[in-house]
C-alpha cells in the first residue's frame, strides 16, 4: 500500500472501479438473499467509525499497480473526515506475486466495502458514527484524540507545504515514533503501565508523531499488530 501513484494508475484505477461496481453490487444482491455477505467485522473503535462512516460517493479507484518486484491493489476513498484512513489494501510488507492475484484482491475488498457501504444506507438513522474523535491503534493500545487536534494539526500541515515548508511524510513519522517507543520502553513496544509514569514532554512527543499520523490517514502502528522488535 502506498500513497504515491502514477497519474495513469489512477486513470486506470478509476476505470476500473466503474467497471466493477455493477457485478460486485450483482454479486452481492445475490449473497444477501443466500445469507452469505461479507461485509467486515465491526471490531475496534477506530475500524468501527470508519465503517460507519463509509457511502458510495466516497469510491474513488480500485488501483493495482507494481513496485519492485511485487503487485498491490489499493482502493483510493475521497471525501472522508480528516483523520480517517482514505486507502484500503494489500499491505506493504506482503506485496502478491502477480498483477491477477492483486487484481483478485481489489476486487474482494472493493465487494466487502460495498456490502459496507449498503448496510449503513439502510441502517436505522439512530445509529450516527461518533465524529468526535480519531483512534490509532499503537501495539496493542487503541488510543483516541480529539478530532480538533487532528484538523489543527492537518491545517498546520497544510500552510507548512502551501509556503515551502518541510512536511515530514508517514514513513518518515513512523520512524520518529518507533524511535521514542525504544527511548521510553526500551524497545519497540508500548506498555500502558510504564506509560503512566512516562515525564509530560514524552507523552507531548509521542502524542504529537501520533496526531500527525491520523492527520495523513495512518490507523495504526506497526502495520500488522504482532510486529515489533527490540
Known amino acids: 500500500m502506498t500513497t504515491c501513484y502514477t497519474e495513469s494508475e489512477l486513470t486506470e ?12 453490487m450483482a454479486e452481492n444482491v445475490v449473497d444477501r438473499r443466500r445469507g452469505s455477505a461479507m461485509a467486515p467485522e465491526p471490531g475496534n473503535r477506530s475500524s468501527q467509525q470508519f465503517t460507519d462512516l463509509l457511502r ?3 469510491l474513488h479507484a480500485l488501483v493495482v499497480y507494481r513496485r519492485g518486484t511485487g503487485w498491490y491493489a489499493d482502493l483510493i476513498l475521497r471525501g472522508l473526515p480528516v483523520g480517517i484512513p482514505t486507502v484500503l489494501g494489500t499491505p506493504a510488507s506482503t506485496p502478491r506475486k502477480s498483477r491477477s492475484e492483486a487484481e483478485a484482491e481489489g476486487r474482494q475488498i472493493l465487494k466487502s466495502i460495498l456490502c459496507v457501504i449498503h448496510e449503513n444506507e439502510h441502517a436505522s438513522r439512530d445509529r450516527m458514527p461518533d465524529t468526535s474523535q480519531r483512534y490509532f491503534w499503537l501495539h496493542d493500545t487503541e488510543i483516541f484524540l480529539p ?15 502551501l509556503t515551502g515548508g518541510y512536511v515530514p511524510g508517514v514513513d518518515e513519522v513512523l520512524a520518529l515514533l518507533r524511535s521514542e517507543l525504544i527511548a521510553i520502553f526500551g524497545q519497540d ?10 515525564d509530560t514532554v514524552r507523552k507531548e512527543i509521542v502524542t504529537f508523531l501520533i496526531a500527525n499520523l491520523i492527520a495523513m490517514g495512518c490507523p495504526r502502528y506497526p502495520e500488522h499488530p504482532s510486529q515489533g522488535s527490540r
Not at 13 to 24: A, H, N, T
Open 147 to 161: 478530532v480538533e487536534i487532528i484538523e489543527q494539526i492537518a491545517r498546520g500541515r497544510q500552510s507548512l507545504a
Open 56 to 58: 458510495a460517493e466516497h
Open 189 to 198: 513496544r508500548f506498555m500502558a503501565e510504564v506509560w503512566e509514569r512516562v
Open 13 to 24: 484505477g478509476r476505470q476500473r472501479i466503474g467497471e466493477l461496481l455493477p457485478s460486485l
